[in-house]
């Protein structure tokens, strides 16, 4: 079965929809509306809207409490794209997998099976919770565009039953956000690691200037033997004494929690690779901790 993306709310900038093929019932997108739109720090806020938006209404619907985020950079997951979602298209689109305690089953678990052998989630039980998840982003979004710091959206489209809301603004001028740290996890594998200098370990504790700068240290990633992209998995880090710190020696992973602080995970990829670098990256213990 394959459904028809169903959009479920959208911003200023940004959609959140549920995909295609959604892996589990936390399965949802954020994508841009308008695919040549530039990561700014405007659109850097408005993601950060809606991811913080979406999170607490996965939270309200479904209990979820822990959140991975996945997505491509220059990179268009190919065949059986074992260990990544499929893309549905060329528009930047990053996914959002929810966790919770009483999940039939996981990303992981999904991601692990080539794609033709992932089975979806019936599109009954989507019904009743979209429906929740809808209603929730509708009410949340009415209450921050009561904020005199809003402004209007696009008028909404004819079809969508999707109302566009009042967005916070971020303020005019940004400050410089601090270049991210950029550490190589291992080289052969074209694998890096990317956190924000702040140290902050939640997603909606970064600052959209940090966001873009994070951006930027992950277009300047050098692409070498044959690299044309990047698999990306964003893990929040859990408290200061779960797992190990790179900062104090450790090395990503270490202690089988997540660190203190975001990290990005970078893994170069190509259409000529020998063996796919996301069964090795699902091996590292925060990443089947977050996924698995």
């Known amino acids: 079965m394959v459904l028809s993306r169903r959009l479920l709310f959208r911003s200023g900038i940004w959609e959140i929809a549920r995909p295609r093929h959604p892996l589990t019932t936390g399965h949802v997108l954020i994508r841009l509306s308008d695919p040549s739109t530039e990561f700014t720090e405007t659109s850097a806020a408005d993601w950060l809207f809606c991811h913080n938006l979406l999170r607490a209404a996965l939270d309200e619907v479904l209990g979820a409490k822990r959140f991975t985020v996945m997505f491509a950079h220059r990179w268009h997951p190919l065949g059986a794209a074992v260990g990544e979602p499929v893309a549905e298209s060329s528009t930047p ?13 996981t990303p992981g678990r999904q991601l692990a099976q080539p794609a033709h052998h992932r089975v979806p989630v019936p599109e009954d039980i989507l019904d009743i919770v979209d429906a929740r998840i809808r209603d ?6 009415a ?9 209007v959206g696009s008028a ?4 969508s039953g999707v109302v566009p809301v009042q967005v916070p603004l971020p303020p005019v001028a940004f400050p410089p956000a601090p270049f991210p740290r950029v550490a190589t996890v291992d080289a052969a594998r074209h694998h890096s690691v990317i956190e924000p200098a702040s140290g902050a370990a939640a997603i909606s504790a970064v600052l959209p200037a940090e966001l873009v700068a994070m951006g ?13 992209g990047f698999s990306c998995v964003a ?5 200061p004494g779960e797992g190990g710190d790179p900062g104090e020696g450790g090395s990503p992973g270490e202690g089988g929690n997540p660190g203190s602080t975001l990290r990005i995970h970078a893994v170069g ?15 590292l213990p925060e990443v089947s901790f977050a996924l698995l």
């Open 93 to 105: 689109t990053f996914h959002l997998f929810a966790r919770w305690e009483s999940e039939s089953t």
């Open 136 to 141: 929730s982003l509708q009410l949340s979004a």
């Open 143 to 151: 209450n921050v565009a009561k904020a005199p710091t809003g402004q």
């Open 156 to 159: 909404p489209s004819a079809t």
């Open 216 to 228: 930027s240290a992950l277009g300047a990633l050098p692409l070498t033997s044959g690299l044309t």
């Open 235 to 239: 893990i929040e880090g859990g408290d």
């Open 269 to 283: 990829r190509s259409a000529a690779e020998e063996a796919n670098p996301m069964v090795d990256l699902f091996n």
